[in-house]
């Protein structure tokens, strides 16, 4: 089997300098050498002959991506578009799916914050209305649930935005129970998953969601710019591509049956010129993943394994620290969320206090950035502060250690220094 961990970095992710300790994984990714090299190849070959690319071969890369990726997610390829990032995708669905005036959308208080603004820019421009679930986890998976049937029950609404994973804190959500009970009520199911491919197994043709968002280049090896939002055959004449572009297709259109397996592919493959590149290297970072990691199983594992040491390296350095997490210990993965214990550095820090908060995330973000090289990030939820560790293939535990120290050095930092509270 590889070995993972530091020597692995240095081998496959040598762009990262030497004094950079990366362990936020979950916010932007990182791409290995191999795939960097084939976006460069791809945008090279873009830029050196637009006319032949753009008219005789971005299509078909864009076609064998969506082939590619198919089988990761357990989904038939005419079920799949790829757009740009998941926010792109939850606005396609959002804007684009026949919302009017007096409906009704269902979502977290844990949206995330782009996906939240799009649902408050279509009821301050469309009227549409909303209504917050209160999460606060640790919860239960069945308590989630049945704060989603509560507000469905008494709201009725036309569509539910969820996550499959949350961003902060870094959990998993039972999407596949919430498709369910949307179902059952007939609610229209747009899920965010921006975090899942790659770090959750997915089965998207047997979950069967009405919409299904992920991003690439978090946990999937590929550079920023591709998504894959998977859209329920019964929405494949409703949904166009953002912006509409030359590929509109009526939903009214007569259609013979090779055009209909096709539509996803027809309205989403061009809708205006952009860089292509990251599209292109799809293909080559399940090979990588396959070659070098030993498969979604194995990656999976040993990333789940890793943010289980990182999390009691977050308990040997703040012992008063609380990992979130239920008793069914179905919200791990390979991201570990902490609740700090703020008051060891400050009896008079109130995180329910946005301003307070939105001070001390911009201080100890940039002090461990600039003076130690890493990236903890920090957030509040509950009324408490956390923080959070991503694990991949390129982590090992003594990562974790250095940064847990440099977040207490950021965090005395803060509250000693003269930008005291």
Sequence with gaps: MPKFGRSFRKKHFSQVPDHVVPVNN????????????????????????????IRLRQQEQYRRAVRSVAPVVKCAPENLA?????????????????LKKGDVVVMPTSTYGACANTVRYLHDYRGIEFVWVEIVYPLLDSEVVAKFRAAFEKHRPKLALFDAVVLMPGVKVPWESLVELCKEFGVISLVDGAHAIGLIPL?????????????????????????????????????????????????????????EADLLFHKFAFNGLRTFAAIATVPKAIEFRNENGGGEENIRNYCYELAGKA????????????????????????????????EEYSKDFDANDSAALAKLIEFVS??????????????GHGGKVLGRLSAQLYNEPGDYVYACKALDAALKAYFQDNLKL
């Design 366 to 379: 940039e002090w461990q950035l600039s003076r130690r090289h890493t990236f903890v990030p920090i957030n």
């Design 82 to 98: 790829l757009v740009e990032n998941a926010t792109t995708a939850v606005n396609t669905v959002l804007q684009l799916v026949d």
């Design 26 to 53: 979950g916010s932007y990714g990182l791409p290995p050498e191999e795939v960097i090299r084939e976006y460069h190849s791809a945008f090279n070959k873009d830029v050196a002959y637009p006319d032949e690319f």
């Design 311 to 342: 999390a009691q390296i977050v308990l040997k350095q703040w012992p008063e620290a609380r990992i979130i997490e239920n008793k069914e210990k179905t919200l791990s993965n390979a991201m570990v969320s902490f609740f700090l214990p703020i």
């Design 203 to 259: 089965e998207l043709d047997a979950a069967a969601p009405d919409f299904f968002c992920s991003n690439l280049h978090k946990w999937f090896h590929v550079p920023r710019g591709c998504a894959l939002l998977y859209v329920h055959p019964r929405f494949h004449r409703t949904i166009q591509s953002l912006p509409v572009s030359h590929n509109y297709v009526s939903p009214d259109a007569e259609l013979t049956k090779e055009e």
